[in-house]
């Protein structure tokens, strides 16, 4: 038996130690620049705040680091995605060990995972929702060891405010998974009576709050931008009645085409569909609470305002989904008998950066073909022959001047758009080419 679990635990590793190996080389192999958002997170963090116009600053802050060590090494960045991505799997695996008490049930959790092009596909782009995805499955991880034990210790409590916070940092859309867990808790105690409330559970809420008050403050003194950015994007502050039907019925369609893959890795798996849901199985409930939920409760949002939900919005939401398929359906999964789940496995974990790799080759004008790195040559060139100094911002769009910033030898700071900021009317010294300015402070 312990021989099996050194085994299963062996193949684990490679399977994280692949999934990040391919997942950073094939991109940096392939694509002449970075993706739009990770180039928007680089801007941000060369003037870190505790917000900016489009999201708050975790993801900024995380592109930062990695800038402070690395510098402009694109590969450096596909790592510190899929760094993101790994940690994620881990701690479902972890979770799922917790649940099953059996590491091959576990394995299988994680690996079906691979089935949804959130953890694949997309995940070179480092960006907001690929930065919410450690911190998700943390906060499940640590939701479910308070749950687990009838008197919860303060660290645990610590650490659940702590990681909530970081994600709702990362992206606000994070809220919907603590509503649930919320709404978990509630329902464990004042409907189910299976607990008692406690005093020491507000520690969590406590610490939540505290880490987020510079951002609050700094939301307050910068009118609310990101949350009317969030309402401009879903469309939630235009009224249309059709909205109501048409954005959740579309939203629903669109993440079952994505699941397919997964389905088809579920279809060679489960041998029957025997189903028996008991809801006072606390495992269950959990499952449902932490992977379920969020998902009816954004399809409500999308369904009472009209909103469209976007498809990458869901990356985080899926993480769990493979646990709960297997808790589901445990005893009709015969572990002796997967060969056809492995072959299909295997072919989706190797099809899937082919894919990749082949569209970024053979399709033009994406934004991953963008000459950065030359513009910047030719930027920093045309700077060198008027001016001593060296370049401290760059203003105009996140993209092009994002692109400046973070590949201009200076790291200059991304001051915004020129249309929106007065600095050219302060600087020392500076030069305009088109709608990009470079130059220097007094």
Known sequence: MAKNKK???KLFYIFLSVHLVLWTVVPTLVNQNLPLDTIEALAWGSNLDWGFNKHPPASAFF?????QIFGPKDWAYYLL?????????????????????????????????EGIYFYNFTTPEFNVNVSQLPFWS???????????KKEPQVFDLILIGFFGAIGFLSKYLFLYLLISIDLLFFYLIFVMKERE???????SFEV??????????????????????????????????????????LFILKQIGILIPFFILCFFLIKKIKLKINLKDKKLLFLIFTTIVPIILITL??????SKIRTMWMTPFYLFIGVLVVYFFKNQINLKKINKFVICFI????????????????????????????IAEKVQYEWDQNFEEPIGFVVGDEWKAGNLSYHLKSRPKWEGFLEETNILNEAKEYICIDDICVGTYK
Do not use: C, M
């Open 7 to 9: 085994k299963i635990l």
């Open 63 to 67: 592109t930062e680091v990695f800038y």
């Open 81 to 113: 995605s899929q760094i993101f991505v790994i940690i994620s799997f881990y701690f479902v695996f972890r979770l799922s060990n917790e649940i099953f008490n059996d590491l091959n049930l576990s394995f299988i959790s994680v690996v079906l995972l």
């Open 138 to 148: 943390l906060t499940v991880y640590f939701a479910w060891k308070i749950l687990n």
């Open 197 to 203: 409330f406690k005093f020491n559970y507000l520690i």
């Open 208 to 249: 939540f709050l505290l880490l987020l008050i510079p951002h609050l403050v700094w939301l307050t003194n910068n009118n609310y931008i990101t949350i009317t950015y969030g309402l401009a994007r879903s469309g939630a502050s235009e009224f249309e009645l059709l909205n109501h039907l048409i954005n959740p019925i």
């Open 301 to 306: 949002t999308s369904l009472i305002t009209g």
């Open 347 to 374: 072919f989706l974990f190797l099809f899937s950066p082919i894919v990749y790799g082949y569209v970024s080759i053979s399709k033009d004008n994406k934004r991953t073909d963008y000459p950065g790195r030359q």
